[in-house]
């Protein structure tokens, strides 16, 4: 595979395009860092959301399946980063959350974590971690194969919460993906 034009922010100025003369190699490159500096930033965004005292369910309760709905991609994407947060510890236990994908029209809901994201009370009040975090009271969630991960058009994805912490309150998961 040949090595990619590296990311650039550099504008193109009038004389290097001005007409009949030649475009250069400089310009060119302008050119393909822009757009591949485009490609890497531009993604899209999905932010799934456990609002308010998430532990006050009897235990039982669990696991709680598309918690904040579903989300359907409109186009082939690759899942590229996974964010989690909970802004107050609880006092006991865990919370536990899962990403599930499902194919359009067959099959089931299916996690697209090897590692799901675990949250306990010893993670600091106002906590955020991507894939790839370490720190206290806290296991990032890891992709099933690796980044990217890859979802077709049509497919739909949900957060389920596995279990919570006692008195916990406000987590969820944003995940970022782009066009494949």
Not at 40 to 59: C, S
Not at 63 to 87: Q, R, S
Not at 88 to 98: A, C, H, M, Q
Request: charged share 20%; aromatic share 10%; proline share 6%.
């Amino acid at each position: 595979m040949a090595a990619l034009i590296p990311d650039l922010r550099k504008f193109i100025v009038g004389l290097e395009v001005k007409n009949a003369s030649s475009v250069s190699e400089a310009t060119w490159r302008k050119i393909g860092g822009m757009i591949n500096f485009l490609g890497h930033r531009t993604h899209q965004e999905k932010n799934f959301r456990v609002n308010g005292n998430y532990g006050l369910l009897p235990p039982t309760s669990y696991p709680v399946n598309a918690i904040d709905g579903l989300h359907f991609f409109e186009f082939d994407a690759e899942i590229f980063n996974i964010w989690t947060y909970n802004f107050k510890e609880g006092v006991s236990g865990i919370t536990e959350l899962d990403l599930k994908v499902k194919p359009k029209g067959s099959g089931s809901f299916t996690s697209i974590l090897s590692t799901t994201a675990k949250i306990g009370p010893t993670a600091p009040a106002e906590t955020w971690f991507e894939i790839g975090d370490t720190g206290t009271g806290i296991a990032a969630p890891v992709l099933d194969g690796g980044v990217p991960y890859n979802v077709n058009r049509g497919d739909a994805i949900r957060m389920d919460l596995l279990q919570a912490m006692a008195e916990g309150e406000h987590c969820g998961m944003v995940i970022h993906f782009r066009p494949r």
